[in-house]
């Protein structure tokens, strides 16, 4: 596909736009100017904000200009949730998330392909600015009538709690950054989610008030499975792109689990594969299901943009070698903590014998089941078949002094860890 917005669609990256029409001229006039903001609610960004870096990537490939925008003061003051106030963070915190998630920005967008990316923090502008000229210079073109009518506000307004001004003010300030970058950059792009459209048009709106121009906004859908669920939460925890608040290893783990239903979908969006391969891909999950190639090429494409090349190789190795098809010594000490801290365990020494091991670890229920499982050549520790069930844990068998991998038949696995005096 030579038009990038028709390749947008197809990747399931479009909800809406201001004016297609006109956005689709724009864009094969080219290049334009375009930006994302990213707001430090958290000291990560998450799956939902990778969608975002995803679309900016493909309109960078394409030859247009993209802006990363870190929001250093929106971040001070949070965008409305529809249900409750936000708990405002420090400065000092907020100054802190602004550094992690600038950084990660950049390593998601920073490529050898397209013109290279500029960072911006809002704050840089927004703190120069008197509440007189605030209130003078921007707020006298907003509507309070207009404002409103945004869902997360109207929610809002309903309940009993309602809405702080300082929330209320949000979109003033989404707006103002948006006039900022059109007045500075050329920007005439904004993007979002979804539910992002009533603050990206209100800077649509306040560029035409104020300087007489012409902007476009285009937001993604919410990404959901096939039962119209949210993606991007795991057990009620969100899918982080911090390695140390989401390993690397459950990283990938959860893109592996992604239903048959939902893979293909998430392949467009979350992937640079083509037409061609993404229908390979396909045909796969209807004829070879249990292969599972497309949650593979998934998960490796996605934990390869976010944690890099080496990261996969070694979390690919740890998933293979858990389940006996490579070898655990091999994996470096960071990657085997991540793969077997969700494993059941329990605490053992060296000297345990392959029962004690078994019970201690919750793979037997008693001593004569552990036997039993031993006897029956089902034991094994780090891939060794256990033979004798007097056989004893050394210490090398814990493997960089942490753990040691146990298994009772083939699926059933444990994490042996190394009792601490």
Not at 41 to 59: D, K, M, Y
Not at 90 to 103: G, L, S
Not at 310 to 323: G, H, K, Y
């Amino acid at each position: 596909m030579t038009d990038i917005l028709d390749e947008l669609t197809w990747r399931g990256l479009v909800a809406q736009t201001t004016d297609e029409s006109a956005l689709r001229q724009a864009l094969a006039d080219g290049p334009i100017t375009v930006y994302c903001g990213f707001d430090p609610t958290a000291p990560s960004l998450h799956f939902g904000n990778l969608v975002q870096l995803i679309l900016l990537r493909h309109l960078q490939r394409a030859g247009h200009q993209v802006i990363g925008l870190v929001g250093g003061s929106t971040g001070l003051i949070g965008d409305p949730r529809p249900t409750s106030e936000r708990v405002l963070k420090t400065k000092e915190q907020t100054a802190q998330d602004v550094e992690r998630i600038a950084a990660q920005v950049r390593r998601i967008l920073t490529s050898k392909e397209g013109a290279e990316p500029v960072f911006v923090n809002n704050l840089d502008w927004t703190a120069p600015i008197s509440a007189l000229d605030f209130l003078r210079d921007y707020g006298k073109h907003f509507r309070v009538n207009q404002m409103i009518k945004k869902d997360a506000v109207a929610a809002r307004l309903g309940s009993e709690q309602g809405i702080s001004y300082t929330e209320f003010s949000y979109q003033i300030l989404q707006a103002l950054d948006y006039l900022h970058l059109y007045r500075e950059h050329g920007c005439t792009l904004q993007t979002g989610a979804q539910d992002q459209w009533g603050n990206i048009t209100a800077g649509v709106d306040l560029i035409h008030r104020v300087d007489g121009g012409s902007a476009h906004a285009l937001t993604t859908p919410l990404i959901t499975d096939s039962q119209g669920r949210k993606f991007g939460k795991s057990e009620g925890n969100a899918v982080w792109l911090d390695p140390t608040m989401t390993s690397p290893y459950a990283f990938y783990q959860y893109w592996l689990g992604v239903e048959d239903a939902s893979v293909v979908a998430l392949l467009k969006t979350f992937t640079d594969r083509g037409q061609e391969e993404i229908a390979e891909l396909e045909r796969q999950v209807a004829e070879e299901p249990y292969r599972r190639a497309a949650q593979r090429a998934l998960a490796a494409d996605v934990t390869t943009l976010v944690h890099g090349a080496d990261a996969t190789e070694q979390v690919v190795a740890a998933s293979e070698a858990l389940f006996g098809k490579g070898d655990l010594r091999t994996l470096g000490a960071d990657t085997l903590r991540d793969a077997t801290d969700e494993l059941p365990g329990g605490e053992v020494a060296p000297g345990d014998t392959i029962v004690d091991v078994l019970v201690a670890t919750g793979l037997v229920e008693s001593r004569n089941a552990a036997r039993r499982a031993v006897a029956d050549g089902a034991a094994s520790v780090n891939g060794v078949k256990i033979a004798d069930s007097e056989a004893a844990l050394a210490p090398e068998d814990f493997l960089h002094g942490q753990v040691a991998v146990v298994r009772r038949g083939k699926k059933n696995l444990a994490a042996a860890r190394l009792a601490r005096a």
